[in-house]
């Protein structure tokens, strides 16, 4: 299968193609402005200039488009985050249907919804009402409906990540393993208990197993899915995740507590989290790596530290 990433010298792309080729077989084009530090065949692609995406895409039976690249945010004009992250997205969809492509694979982000603690409900999910605080909160919503819109009208298959991030924590290699000499282990603990950047997957396995799961299901054709650190908390847990976080978190992980306190983590109150069951019941994903993975690997090494 024939795999076009855009933005593929960012840093998902980077660290997610090599696994999707080695791990998986798959042929990738990485596409960016820039070329990438890697071996794949590249093709340079400005995304806001129909005809560079035309060109780029035109003629090499492509089957899937993971489209990443994007303008992040406070990195230009409201004009550029239109450009890029607007009209950019639809020159992909629409360079897709016009080559045959058959799965566009957009990022958008969990900010095109809310910005977590201002959400209405908890835990949040794809329902959650829509406000915007930046540009690029309203250029992640609209390109979320540019991919319904072509799904709707001309039947391109086209699945949106509204995505809570991908933050990679070194020393926490892509197999799991915390390698003991390198790893800041309050900080990796931290993600999963929603501190630092809260509830970003911290993994490039997980990464790759959540564009892979929307790869390969075929009875998926399109919808919005919220990828990120599952947490198990519910709705009656948000006003003691407040005032007692650790409570809440021993309850759920039995041993925590403790375990927090050997590696001095201060855990603040935790006003959000993600609810990833969509993704889990209709795509088959849900991250690998969890809390209880860290908390064994540990123990099990205490000995050795």
Same mark, same amino acid.
């Given at each position: 299968?024939?795999?076009?990433?855009?933005?593929?010298?960012?840093?998902?792309?980077?660290?997610?193609?090599?696994?999707?080729?080695?791990?998986?077989?798959?042929?990738?084009?990485?596409?960016?402005?820039?070329?990438?530090?890697?071996?794949?065949?590249?093709?340079?692609?400005?995304?806001?200039?129909?005809?560079?995406?035309?060109?780029?895409?035109?003629?090499?039976?492509?089957?899937?488009?993971?489209?990443?690249?994007?303008?992040?945010?406070?990195?230009?004009?409201?004009?550029?985050?239109?450009?890029?992250?607007?009209?950019?997205?639809?020159?992909?969809?629409?360079?897709?249907?016009?080559?045959?492509?058959?799965?566009?694979?957009?990022?958008?982000?969990?900010?095109?919804?809310?910005?977590?603690?201002?959400?209405?409900?908890?835990?949040?999910?794809?329902?959650?009402?829509?406000?915007?605080?930046?540009?690029?909160?309203?250029?992640?919503?609209?390109?979320?409906?540019?991919?319904?819109?072509?799904?709707?009208?001309?039947? $391109?298959?086209?699945?949106?990540?509204?995505?809570?991030?991908?933050?990679?924590?070194?020393?926490?290699?892509?197999?799991?393993?915390?390698?003991?000499?390198?790893?800041? $282990?309050?900080?990796?603990?931290?993600?999963?208990?929603?501190?630092?950047?809260?509830?970003?997957?911290?993994?490039?396995?997980?990464?790759?197993?959540?564009?892979?799961?929307?790869?390969?299901?075929?009875?998926?054709?399109?919808?919005?899915?919220?990828?990120?650190?599952?947490?198990?908390?519910?709705?009656?847990?948000?006003?003691?995740?407040?005032?007692?976080?650790?409570?809440?978190?021993?309850?759920?992980?039995?041993?925590?507590?403790?375990?927090?306190?050997?590696?001095?983590?201060?855990?603040?109150?935790?006003?959000?989290?993600?609810?990833?069951?969509?993704?889990?019941?209709?795509?088959?994903?849900?991250?690998?790596?969890?809390?209880?993975?860290?908390?064994?690997?540990?123990?099990?090494?205490?000995?050795? $530290?």
């Amino acid at each position: 299968m024939k795999i076009m990433v855009t933005g593929a010298a960012g840093l998902c792309g980077r660290d997610m193609a090599p696994i999707l080729a080695k791990h998986y077989g798959y042929d990738i084009i990485a596409s960016d402005i820039r070329k990438p530090d890697n071996d794949f065949q590249f093709v340079h692609c400005d995304i806001s200039k129909p005809e560079d995406v035309q060109q780029a895409i035109k003629g090499k039976d492509i089957d899937v488009i993971i489209h990443l690249a994007t303008l992040q945010p406070g990195q230009g004009p409201p004009s550029m985050s239109i450009d890029i992250n607007v009209k950019g997205t639809c020159n992909i969809l629409e360079a897709a249907l016009k080559n045959s492509v058959k799965r566009v694979i957009f990022t958008s982000s969990v900010w095109a919804a809310s910005r977590g603690p201002s959400s209405p409900y908890q835990p949040i999910d794809e329902n959650i009402p829509c406000t915007y605080e930046d540009m690029y909160d309203i250029t992640k919503h609209m390109g979320e409906q540019l991919c319904e819109y072509f799904y709707t009208k001309y039947g $391109l298959s086209a699945i949106a990540f509204r995505f809570c991030g991908y933050a990679p924590i070194e020393g926490f290699s892509t197999e799991g393993d915390i390698l003991w000499d390198k790893i800041d $282990l309050p900080a990796l603990v931290g993600r999963f208990c929603g501190t630092g950047p809260s509830f970003k997957l911290t993994n490039a396995w997980d990464l790759t197993q959540a564009f892979r799961a929307a790869i390969e299901n075929k009875n998926i054709q399109h919808g919005l899915f919220l990828i990120g650190v599952g947490m198990p908390f519910v709705q009656e847990d948000a006003e003691d995740l407040k005032k007692t976080p650790l409570v809440v978190l021993e309850r759920y992980y039995p041993g925590v507590s403790e375990f927090i306190k050997e590696i001095s983590l201060n855990v603040p109150p935790i006003t959000f989290w993600y609810n990833t069951q969509k993704a889990k019941e209709h795509l088959g994903f849900s991250p690998k790596f969890s809390l209880q993975d860290v908390m064994r690997q540990y123990y099990e090494n205490k000995g050795k $530290l």
